[in-house]
T-cell receptor, first 110, second 114 residues
Framework: GQQVMQIPQYQHVQEGEDFTTYCNSS?????IQWYKQRPGGHPVFLIQ?????EVKKQKRLTFQFGEAKKNSSLHITATQTTDVGTYFC??????????FGDGTTLTVKP | NAGVTQTPKFQVLKTGQSMTLQCAQD?????MYWYRQDPGMGLRLIYY???????DKGEVPNGYNVSRLNKREFSLRLESAAPSQTSVYFC?????????????FGQGTRLTVV
């Protein structure tokens, strides 16, 4: 079945450093969604990428969708303590299958 | 606008007990979902309801049953709780079961089975 691998599982950074999490799917995706879950909270939708090679930005966050539509990345520039949490990707296929990655947990040291 | 509301927020059960987790959404969404989240793991789909009147199994349905009571409400039942069902349970909804719409999650139910 469809598998979505997300790396790294954990990332500890100093405030101000950059952070990147990667998402890789075993199958071609129709779109990919990214969610953020704060500690003790629930996942909250960040963005959706649909087109091959698409790049979207939200302030310090940059999201990319690979040319083959099988991988994606989320990059945060100059992390802040408000960025802490777990970032999940959710890969969605044309067959109607949605699979969440295991998430990358980001901690930021002030 | 409450979004997705789950009750209860916390629950402790003894092995073999039964309980129902409630979920309601006020966004007029067609599709609703139940996930479980275990430490260090992603969200695994238990059951979903693409529209009122339909339910389907997800990845990990064993030990659970669901009811789509009406368009707003989707409940998850544990008939005989087991320690392996200790987890955080999230209900989610989407406007429709096309996966190009965002999912809205409830606050979660933290369940411990002893």
């Amino acid at each position: 079945g469809q598998q979505v691998m997300q790396i790294p599982q954990y990332q500890h950074v100093q405030e101000g450093e950059d952070f990147t999490t990667y998402c890789n799917s075993s199958t071609t995706l129709s779109n990919i969604q990214w969610y953020k879950q704060r500690p003790g909270g629930h996942p909250v939708f960040l963005i959706q990428l649909v087109k091959s090679g698409e790049v979207k930005k939200q302030k310090r966050l940059t999201f990319q969708f690979g040319e083959a539509k099988k991988n994606s990345s989320l990059h945060i520039t100059a992390t802040q303590t408000t960025d802490v949490g777990t970032y999940f990707c959710a890969g969605n296929t044309n067959a109607g299958k949605s699979t969440f990655g295991d998430g990358t947990t980001l901690t930021v040291k002030p | 606008n409450a979004g997705v509301t789950q009750t209860p927020k916390f629950q402790v059960l003894k092995t073999g007990q039964s309980m129902t987790l409630q979920c309601a959404q006020d966004m007029n969404h067609n599709s609703m979902y139940w996930y479980r989240q275990d430490p260090g793991m992603g969200l695994r789909l238990i059951y979903y309801s693409a529209s009122e009147g339909t339910t389907d199994k997800g990845e990990v349905p064993n030990g659970y049953n669901v009811s789509r009571l009406n368009k707003r409400e989707f409940s998850l039942r544990l008939e005989s709780a087991a320690p392996s069902q200790t987890s955080v349970y999230f209900c989610a909804s989407r406007l429709r079961d096309r996966l190009n719409t965002e999912a809205f999650f409830g606050q979660g139910t933290r369940l411990t089975v002893v």
